[in-house]
């Protein structure tokens, strides 16, 4: 749920090289001119594309695609400009830094030989569209994508429901993509090689302050630092569905069947929780969208509890303009874009929301996620336009996330929601903490796997004709699942999960989910906090406020182990906080796990 505005693309005006010598002091000159021009295409771009998403007509529709494409066709110019700069000797830290964001700001590079641009883009609009008008079947009737994902996490329905839902998605919206993708990355690739980069895969994993091997290496250590966390989830959970379905669907031992898990991607596991949910501790006792409602709040209320939560951290009140402009419920007289995010239109002060906030638990959670975005927006307003962004892609997702994991018992009693007699006891922790594995947790190997598949791809390591059978192996490699039924070598499974087709970078949301734990862990030190990590709220705690902010206003300025040491005295991102945060839960898994066979 990021924001739109937060990478905005990069716009190019005339060819550097021919108005900027190639001396260290050309490359200062460019950057200015770039940043000038960047900052005010970006402020046309976001309020074009906020009527667009937040009132959907024809006219909308092909006012944002007139202004984006200015963005796309010469973010790689912009690029391509900068990777010459790059090796002029004597360059500034500063401009050095900014030239290589440019550089590394395209997902998909195309190469300058003629034409290619405008193959890149067609294969890569027709692969988006492939995805959005992609079906699948249930009892042999026709589904759409998102109805097939709301039925896959619906208990209603039985293995046989699932595995054919799985299947025809896979078969109907995967395969025929193939062959566009096969020519989509050798595309991609020329254009890496133009920009001085190995492969698309090392371009994407070069903004990180680190060489993309060291990346590479980052992510697996963190990776093995939660892993066995996720194999004794992973244990308890093929037990219960074992228990349900029996060994002819679900054996006992080795992979969980991949349909089963309540999503199409078996990325996220929560719809499942009634089936694993132990006995008398998964009942909370109390449900925020019922608090709320009880009370008579309203969604305008929900983002004033919001904003009260960072208040109480120290931070300065939502602009007026957020409460006029921002989007908090759906309109009942048009169309608009129902998906949560937060905007920063004029990259200072005309931060919002555009939601359409219902009153239950999910989008209170939502909301304080939001937000995490617009404050952070707020605090880099005054960096460079190029800096204006998160230390890295994870820190964006993360900020919200954290904050969201301070919505505790205690919080809400703070806050007036909840009686401090209906604080849930310590007997309901287990089930608490199991609900939140079952996302969080469950997500982990998979936020990995995504993009070292690609990885592996654009490096050549993965050929064509092994998409399919890399794509099986590297799931169960590293999830422990397996496909309800076996799949042809020709298919391509891996394009029936939206971020293929649609070329989006994934790893930023398996760091986001690492470094949530971490800032949170480290807010309930500075708050002093002495109890169990997941029992832990920092509302009102204005130290913490104060030390969050120095690294919210560091924006992508310095490199980000800069920023992660300003707030937790870390230089290092670590798995560690999240696995003590589920210890009790761990240590209950265990138990429950004794006797069984772990790993497949």
């Keep these: 749920m990021a924001a739109p505005s937060e990478a905005p693309p990069p716009v190019a005006s005339p060819a550097a090289s021919d108005s900027y010598p190639m001396t260290a002091e050309g490359a200062a000159a460019f950057v200015a001119a770039v940043e000038k021009d960047l900052f005010d295409y970006t402020v046309e771009a976001s309020q074009v594309n906020w009527v667009n998403s937040t009132y959907i007509t024809e006219d909308t529709d092909a006012m944002a695609a007139r202004i984006n494409a200015i963005g796309t066709e010469k973010s790689v110019k912009y690029a391509i400009e900068a990777a010459k700069f790059a090796a002029v000797p004597g360059l500034d830290a500063d401009v050095k830094r900014k030239l290589d964001i440019l550089r590394n700001g395209i997902v998909l590079p195309a190469p300058t030989t003629p034409g290619a641009a405008e193959q890149l883009n067609e294969i890569a609009t027709r692969l988006n569209s492939a995805y959005g008008k992609g079906k699948g079947t249930l009892n042999g009737k026709p589904i759409s994508g998102s109805d097939i994902e709301a039925e896959m996490g619906n208990l209603k329905n039985g293995p046989k429901q699932f595995e054919e839902m799985w ?80 060994n002819a669907v679900q054996p006992a031992t080795g992979p969980i069947r991949a349909d089963l898990l309540g999503n199409m991607w078996a990325q996220e596991w929560g719809n499942i929780y009634p089936l694993v949910a132990p006995k008398g501790a998964g009942d909370l006792g109390y449900d925020i969208g019922e608090l709320l409602e009880r009370k008579g709040k309203s969604p305008l209320d929900m983002v004033k509890y919001g904003e009260g939560f960072y208040s109480s951290l120290g931070m300065a009140p939502l602009p007026q303009t957020f409460w006029e402009r921002s989007m908090i419920t759906k309109p009942r007289d048009r169309e608009v874009v129902c998906h949560a995010s937060a905007w920063d239109i004029d990259n200072k002060d005309d931060i919002r929301i555009k939601m359409c906030t219902k009153v239950n638990s999910d989008d209170f959670v939502t909301i304080h996620h939001e937000l995490g975005h617009n404050y952070y927006q707020r605090a880099y307003k005054n960096q460079p336009f190029l800096y204006l962004n998160g230390a890295n892609d994870g820190f964006h997702e993360a900020i919200g996330d954290f904050i969201a994991l301070s919505i505790t018992p205690q919080y809400l009693v703070d806050i007036g929601l909840l009686d401090k007699k209906a604080v849930p006891s310590p007997d309901k922790d287990i089930g608490l903490l199991l609900r939140q594995a079952m996302d969080k947790v ?159």
Aim: glycine share 8%; net charge positive.
């Design 442 to 600: 469950a997500f982990l190997p998979f936020g990995l796997l995504i993009d070292r598949y690609r990885w592996q791809i654009f490096d050549g390591t993965i050929q064509p004709a092994d998409y399919n059978n890399a794509w099986t192996k590297m799931r169960l490699d590293y999830q422990g699942i397996t496909p309800p039924s076996d799949r042809p070598a020709n298919a391509f499974d891996a394009g029936a999960k939206y971020h293929i087709p649609g070329n989006v970078p994934y790893t930023r949301y398996f760091l986001a989910r690492i470094l949530q734990f971490q800032f949170y862990k480290a807010a309930c030190e500075q708050a002093g906090w002495k109890g169990p990590l997941h029992r832990c709220s920092f509302y009102g705690n204005k130290e913490v406020g104060k030390r969050l902010n120095a690294m919210l206003e560091m924006g992508a300025s310095k490199p980000w182990p800069d920023a992660l040491q300003a707030f937790t005295g870390s230089r290092e991102m670590s798995g560690k906080a999240m696995a003590e945060y589920f210890a009790p839960l761990k240590a209950w898994l265990d138990e429950q796990n004794k006797g069984k066979t772990q790993g497949w």
């Design 167 to 246: 299947t025809s998605w896979h078969n109907n919206v995967g395969a025929p993509m193939k062959n566009d993708y096969v020519q989509l990355v050798g595309i991609a690739n020329q254009g890496a090689k133009e920009l001085g980069f190995n492969d698309t895969g090392a371009m994407w994993r070069s903004p990180y302050d680190m060489s993309p091997e060291e990346f590479a290496a980052t992510t697996e250590r963190l990776w093995q630092e939660v892993k066995p966390l996720y194999m004794a989830l992973h244990t308890y959970v093929r037990t219960q569905l074992n228990k349900k379905y029996g």
